[in-house]
């Protein structure tokens, strides 16, 4: 832990990070020069692959394995998007990387594409992020004066073309084939797999959609090596056949009741106790932790007691929560209340939900309406076995719905009222001590907009 | 139709043509085209919907489609000079992000959604902005504004002109 010293994060904070001139002054392009001289796509396919990589965008799929789904010696075209639309409540590890380190990101995106044979590149970033914006397309506008970009890139005889493409306000464009929908220029509704994106994905064509952390990971494997890679992190737990191991570094995003928020990279692997004092200086105020969310608002919810979750892949599932996530850890102080946190994250997801699917639609939004009953002191115990319900039946895994949004709408519902069921009851009874034990239809209330 | 002017002006054009070799599909123009309009005008019109759609060679109703499944495009009225977005996300909420939001309504005697009577501010709530360290945050315009206290809000808005 001492000797781990940040990789992703290392130019960030420094003077002029952004520029190119800064860049290649630390080593910048070296990657790239080194991969475009002396190694074919396949070879960067199967390095990657050897790598243990594994995508940093939320559903931790091991990103050479993805590249390989590719159809073999296919004409072309095929895309590569590169996704930076973010939006997971307390995620924001891939705008730091596009405001202060634009350029790390560009040559992990370009030996991405040179590894999947992609001759155009869509980088689609969330229209909230205007600095990064205005940082990417300049770094993009400086690689293609150096020939890092354009025809013929250093002489190897690649071509590649990156286009910048922003999104409108929709967290459902984070999901790939949503991603792929909204740049073709239509609703981001995702799209029911199979086809995958590489056997026909933007533009009916094979395409490979990566999170912006993951290429710049990309970026490392080819500077340092593949055993400097797996050097870091957690190998596979023997007992989960199922689990590809956890390698390389990962930033992540410490936020709410924490003295000091930031965007801080460890090893994968680092416990949440760790994360909050190590970097995060503890819990604000002299407080207790009440709870944490281990990777973005869907992942569900850990308690106090279980701040020794090793934040890899496969540790936040050991505690019922939905998985790694976006590594996103937001910290609850023991003041919060829980119908707070649940209302919060009902309303999220009920206003993101694209609308396709009705489970979700329908249980996303009546969950806000019963959490917002529940709020007004209007709840009844009943309620509880209802959010459950709709819990356990909207999403992918119970196979009602065509993405994940659903099973992210319900993780926190199922971990907070399984955590902290007492302290909802003991909610709900005590704001309505008349009707806490009714079970009769009752209306919902209309104190909250739901769009 | 023929004989009102157009709303695209020749410079929104030649902007939006300029996207048509980037995509295999003039739809895929869709988005890019609406944020230049909507960045000029600070709103989509309905009759701006038509002439994009003419120009990217799609039924009106297909743009429609698009443009109403986003929250950032306004059509009914132009947004006010600034748009200030309110983050009601969770690590915002957990720094005072719902009581933020409700201070900006109160003393700009608007909802969100709405813009003040003198065309200054739209308010808006936003879902995670993506600067959670900041919390709570708020987005004016292109300016991302970290930690905001309720004083430092009064001073922002009053700040715009």
């Known amino acids: 832990m001492s000797e781990f010293k940040p990789v992703l994060l290392a130019s960030v904070g420094k003077p002029e990070s952004h520029t190119r001139k800064v860049y290649e002054q630390s080593g910048g392009y070296q990657a790239l020069r080194k991969v475009l001289k002396t190694l074919s796509p396949k070879d960067v396919q199967e390095q990657t692959k050897a790598s243990g990589l594994r995508g940093r965008g939320g559903a931790g799929f091991p990103t050479g394995l993805k590249w390989t789904f590719l159809p073999k010696d296919h004409p072309g075209p095929i895309y590569f998007c590169l996704n930076a639309d973010e939006s997971e409540p307390g995620t924001f590890n891939n705008r730091i990387l596009m405001e202060d380190d634009p350029h790390q990101v560009l040559e992990g995106l370009i030996i991405s594409c040179f590894a999947t044979n992609s001759a155009v590149a869509y980088f689609y970033m969330r229209c909230e992020y205007p600095l990064a914006y205005k940082r990417i397309c300049q770094a993009v506008a400086e690689c293609y004066e150096a020939g890092y970009l354009g025809k013929n890139i250093l002489g190897s005889g690649y071509s590649l073309e990156i286009h910048v493409h922003r999104g409108a306000g929709a967290y459902i464009c984070g999901e790939e084939t949503g991603l792929i929908e909204s740049l073709e220029g ?23 959609v990566n999170n912006v952390e993951t290429v710049a990971c990309v970026k490392h494997i080819f500077d340092r090596g593949v055993d400097w890679f797996k050097s870091i992190g957690i190998p596979p737990d023997p007992n989960n056949p199922r689990d590809a191991g956890s390698y390389g570094p990962k930033l992540y995003c410490l936020s709410g009741h924490i003295n000091k928020p930031g965007c801080y990279e460890a090893p994968l692997g680092i416990t949440v106790t760790e994360l909050i004092e190590e970097f995060g200086g503890g819990v604000w105020k002299g407080r207790k932790a009440k709870a944490a969310i281990p990777g973005g608002i869907s992942m569900g919810l850990l308690k106090e007691n279980e701040f020794h979750c090793k934040l890899d892949f496969n540790g936040p599932g050991k505690f019922g ?15 919060v209340r829980m119908v707070d946190f649940l209302l919060n994250s009902c309303r999220f997801f009920s206003h993101e939900s694209c609308g396709q699917c009705t489970p979700c639609r329908e249980g996303t939004s009546w969950a806000t309406k019963m ?20 819990a356990e039946n909207i999403g992918i895994m119970p196979g009602t719905t065509i993405c994940g949004l659903a099973d992210g709408a319900a993780w926190p519902l199922k971990n907070c009222i399984k955590k902290f069921r007492n302290e909802l009851e003991v909610y709900i009874k005590s704001t309505n001590p008349s009707g806490w034990m009714e079970t009769a239809a009752v209306p919902a209330l209309q104190l909250l907009d739901i769009h | 139709m023929a004989d009102k002017p157009r709303i695209l002006t020749d410079e929104m054009i030649a902007e939006i043509k300029a996207f048509f070799p980037r995509y295999p599909s003039k739809q895929a123009v869709t988005l890019p085209a609406l944020h230049i309009v909507n960045e000029k005008l600070r709103y989509v019109p309905l009759r701006a919907v038509v002439e994009i759609a003419h120009l990217l060679e799609l039924h009106p109703s297909q743009v429609q489609d698009t443009l109403t499944f986003y929250g950032y495009f306004k059509q009914d009225a132009p947004a006010g000079r600034c748009r200030l977005w309110v983050c009601r996300s969770i690590s915002c909420a957990l720094r005072g992000g719902d009581e933020l939001l409700d201070h900006l309504s109160h003393s700009l005697g608007v909802k969100p959604g709405e813009t003040t009577a003198d065309g200054r501010i739209t308010l808006e709530y936003a879902e995670c902005l993506g600067a959670c360290e900041h919390a709570p945050c708020v987005l004016a315009n292109e300016k991302l504004i970290p930690s905001v206290s309720h004083h430092e809000a009064d001073e922002l808005v009053q700040t715009v002109k």
């Not at chain 1, 981001?188 to 490979?208: D, N």
């Not at chain 1, 709020?375 to 209802?386: A, T, V």
């Open chain 1, 321 to 335: 929560c939905l998985g790694l996530g976006t590594a996103a850890v937001v910290v609850m102080d023991e003041t």
């Open chain 1, 186 to 208: 239509k609703r981001a509704w995702p799209r029911i797999k199979p086809p995958f994106p590489a056997v026909e994905g933007a533009f009916r064509k094979p395409t490979v």
């Open chain 1, 371 to 390: 959490m917002t009953r529940i709020k007004h002191g209007k709840g009844r115990l009943k309620d509880l076995d209802l959010l459950l319900e709709i």
